[in-house]
Structure formats: structure tokens, C-alpha cells
Nanobody
Framework: QVQLMESGGGLVQPGGSLRLSCVAS????????MAWYRQAPGKERELVAS???????TYADSVKGRFTISRDNAKNTAYLQMNGLKFEDTAVYYC??????????????WGQGTQVTVSS
């Protein structure tokens, strides 16, 4: 079992920056990817950024050039650096960890989320 805990959210003005952290614990040896998702009020949860254990990253078009995902395996921590924040970035941000299972399946683990509010 994997436990994830996010931190670093808060209130920030447009154009500001925040750095989110996600600490993983438990059975983490077989994690193959980490990701950040977000969910705004009245909207579906969406992928923001992801990183595989090989270092391959992906980003939502809406955050390309502004957000950066990184991972420190020694500290079992993933990060999301968010720059140039916009009103539409307001959401609860969730950390995600993915583990492979037999027959091509996967297991997903989720943190409790951290609120990011961009407001003037």
C-alpha cells in the first residue's frame, strides 16, 4: 500500500508562484509514475503533469511553460513548481502514484489534496 501526502497549497495572486510537494510512503518500490491532477469546482478531475521513473514528463496544454514536475527518489517526494499562476488554475491539486499489476492493469493511489486559490 502507498500513502501520499500533499502540501504547499495556499492563496496566491495572479502571476505568483507556488511549489507543491507530495511525500510517498509505504510500498513504493514498484511505483512507475507520479502525477499531479487537479479538480476545480463543478469540473472533472484533470491531469496536470506526470513523470515516469524513466524521467519522461507530460503536461496539460494549459500549463505548459508555466508548471514543472520533478521527483526526488531519495526523499520519496514529487514536486510541482507552478509559476505565472492564473485564475483558472484555482483547484484542489492531488498527487497520484501508479503501480503496475498483472495482465496490463494498474493501481492508482491518491493523496487527500491541497487547495490552490489564485485571486486578486
Amino acid at each position: 500500500q502507498v500513502q501520499l501526502m500533499e502540501s504547499g497549497g495556499g492563496l496566491v495572486q495572479p502571476g505568483g508562484s507556488l511549489r507543491l510537494s507530495c511525500v510517498a510512503s509505504g510500498s513504493i518500490a514498484s511505483i512507475r509514475a507520479m502525477a499531479w491532477y487537479r479538480q476545480a469546482p463543478g469540473k472533472e478531475r484533470e491531469l496536470v503533469a506526470s513523470m515516469t521513473n524513466r524521467g519522461t514528463t507530460t503536461y496539460a496544454d494549459s500549463v505548459k511553460g508555466r508548471f514543472t514536475i520533478s521527483r526526488d527518489n531519495a526523499k520519496n517526494t514529487a514536486y510541482l513548481q507552478m509559476n505565472g499562476l492564473k485564475f483558472e488554475d484555482t483547484a484542489v491539486y492531488y498527487c497520484n502514484a501508479e503501480k503496475p499489476i498483472s495482465w496490463g492493469g494498474k493501481l492508482d493511489y491518491w493523496g487527500q489534496g491541497t487547495q490552490v486559490t489564485v485571486s486578486s
